[in-house]
């Protein structure tokens, strides 16, 4: 007998709060903060851009509007993962 597979993540990513230095997602029972200086491309987002988050895996984040993917582990420790591009 085969198992079904397994499906789609039940659980979504939520922004709970913008500030003028970045927004806190909760992600089920945990919540995280990207600051606008550690991802830049959420500064001049719309708030509607950033409020439509996608959480299709465990350990990936997507905002379809800004074409912005994350791995989660990049909000937790942003320090492993330097900005490679800067802005000019």
């Known amino acids: 007998m085969r198992s079904s597979a ?16 970045g927004f806190w997602l ?31 895996q465990l350990h990936h984040l997507y905002w379809p509007d800004l074409d912005v993917d994350l791995a989660v582990e990049s909000i937790e420790h942003p320090e492993r993962y330097p900005l490679i591009s800067k802005h000019s």
């Open 26 to 56: 909760l992600l089920g029972d945990r919540e995280l903060f990207l600051a606008f200086s550690s991802f830049p491309w959420f500064r001049d987002a719309s708030i509607s851009a950033i409020l439509n988050v996608e959480w299709p």
């Open 6 to 21: 397994l499906g789609s993540n039940t659980s979504d990513a939520e922004v709970t709060h913008i500030s003028q230095h």
